[in-house]
């Protein structure tokens, strides 16, 4: 063998490792991603299964807003809807939505003693408030794992790879500007 041959060679297999490594790089940013949206997953199925009981104890007070429970109710059914179709921009808006129908919940509850003293409402809304801080941590472990596999997809050479093997870009979980205001509770009394 030349030693042409041989330098040859030795690029080609230099080359191939490097493409190797850049494609099990790749593959990990991709597992990384769906780990963390199967996080959220698992979160946002608990406080699904919370809410229905959240709604059945406010129920149990007839003076409680009818109104606020409803658009809880539908807003817990968008999410499921866009949770399960794997439908991020539409999971940020139902989540946008029920995440201030639950702040309403919450605040319409201070107008009624017997309902903020009932125990078991106490309990879920405890619940359902640190599945909230889960979520929105395990939202930021997602949308880091997203950027980090969008840098990737997008930067030379990874980007050959990416192309070459379909790697796909993922869309960040985000909220609307007015999704992520605090409730103003004296308008909440006031309507």
């Known amino acids: 063998m030349s030693i042409g041959s041989a ?3 030795g690029v080609v297999v230099i080359v191939g490792v490097y493409v190797v490594m850049l494609y099990n790089g790749l593959v990990q940013l991709k597992h990384n991603v769906a780990k963390a949206w199967a996080n959220i997953d698992v979160s946002l199925k608990q406080r699904h299964d919370e809410l229905p009981k959240l709604v059945e104890v406010c ?4 003076q409680f807003e009818q109104a606020t429970l409803q658009s809880v ?3 817990r059914s968008r999410v499921q809807s866009a ?3 794997h439908d991020v921009p539409a999971l940020s808006r139902a989540e946008g939505a029920l995440r201030t129908g639950l702040g309403q919940i919450f605040a319409v509850a201070e107008a009624y003693p017997e309902l903020k003293a009932n125990e078991h409402f106490m309990q879920l809304q405890q619940r ?3 599945l909230e801080s889960l ?5 930021e472990l997602y949308n880091e794992s997203v950027n980090l596999n969008n840098v990737r997809v997008d930067s030379f050479p990874d980007a050959l790879v990416a192309h070459l093997f379909r790697f796909p870009h993922h869309p960040l979980l985000e ?3 007015h999704e ?8 909440l009394f006031n309507s």
């Open 73 to 75: 109710i539908e807003a």
């Open 180 to 187: 992520k205001a605090d409730v103003d509770v004296r308008q």
């Open 59 to 62: 129920r149990q007070y007839k």
């Open 135 to 139: 979520i929105s941590d395990r939202r």
């Open 83 to 85: 949770r399960e179709a």
């Open 128 to 130: 359902i408030s640190s």
């Open 7 to 9: 330098i040859f060679w």
């Open 175 to 177: 909220f609307a500007d």
